[in-house]
Protein backbone atom coordinates (compact mmCIF):
# COMPACT_ATOMS: atom_id res chain seq x y z
CA UNK A 1 0.00 0.00 0.00
CA UNK A 2 1.34 3.41 -0.91
CA UNK A 3 2.35 6.19 1.91
CA UNK A 4 -0.69 9.08 1.74
CA UNK A 5 0.20 12.24 0.18
CA UNK A 6 1.22 15.21 2.37
CA UNK A 7 -0.86 18.15 2.18
CA UNK A 8 0.40 20.65 -0.62
CA UNK A 9 2.16 22.94 2.40
CA UNK A 10 4.46 19.95 3.26
CA UNK A 11 5.33 19.04 0.43
CA UNK A 12 9.52 19.58 -0.01
CA UNK A 13 10.25 20.09 -3.58
CA UNK A 14 12.72 22.79 -3.71
CA UNK A 15 16.75 22.77 -2.71
CA UNK A 16 18.97 25.48 -1.39
CA UNK A 17 22.72 24.57 -2.90
CA UNK A 18 25.09 26.31 -0.58
CA UNK A 19 29.29 26.26 -2.00
CA UNK A 20 31.14 25.43 0.61
CA UNK A 21 34.93 24.20 1.05
CA UNK A 22 36.70 20.31 1.66
CA UNK A 23 37.44 21.82 5.29
CA UNK A 24 33.29 23.58 6.05
CA UNK A 25 31.39 20.41 4.68
CA UNK A 26 33.65 18.04 6.62
CA UNK A 27 32.96 20.39 9.78
CA UNK A 28 29.07 20.30 8.97
CA UNK A 29 28.94 16.35 8.34
CA UNK A 30 31.18 15.65 11.82
CA UNK A 31 28.48 18.37 13.40
CA UNK A 32 25.48 15.86 11.81
CA UNK A 33 26.95 12.86 12.50
CA UNK A 34 28.19 13.53 16.31
CA UNK A 35 23.99 14.93 16.75
CA UNK A 36 22.97 11.82 14.60
CA UNK A 37 21.25 13.83 12.27
CA UNK A 38 21.86 14.03 8.47
CA UNK A 39 22.51 17.42 7.14
CA UNK A 40 18.99 18.50 5.88
CA UNK A 41 17.33 17.33 9.26
CA UNK A 42 19.89 19.42 11.01
CA UNK A 43 20.27 22.60 9.03
CA UNK A 44 16.75 23.24 7.63
CA UNK A 45 15.16 24.30 11.41
CA UNK A 46 18.36 26.15 12.09
CA UNK A 47 18.15 27.97 8.70
CA UNK A 48 14.20 28.80 8.98
CA UNK A 49 14.86 29.94 12.84
CA UNK A 50 17.37 32.31 11.94
CA UNK A 51 15.20 33.51 8.56
CA UNK A 52 12.16 34.12 11.06
CA UNK A 53 14.54 35.95 13.27
CA UNK A 54 15.86 38.08 10.77
CA UNK A 55 12.74 38.81 9.02
CA UNK A 56 10.77 39.57 12.34
CA UNK A 57 13.36 42.01 13.37
CA UNK A 58 13.23 43.94 10.56
CA UNK A 59 9.60 44.20 10.24
CA UNK A 60 9.95 45.13 13.83
CA UNK A 61 12.15 47.72 12.79
CA UNK A 62 9.65 49.72 10.51
CA UNK A 63 6.80 49.41 12.86
CA UNK A 64 8.53 51.86 15.22
Do not use: H, S
Not at 1 to 14: E, I
Amino acid sequence: MARPKKPPDQVKGKDARIPLTVAQKALLDQATETLGNDFTDWARPLLLKEAARIVGNKKAKTKG
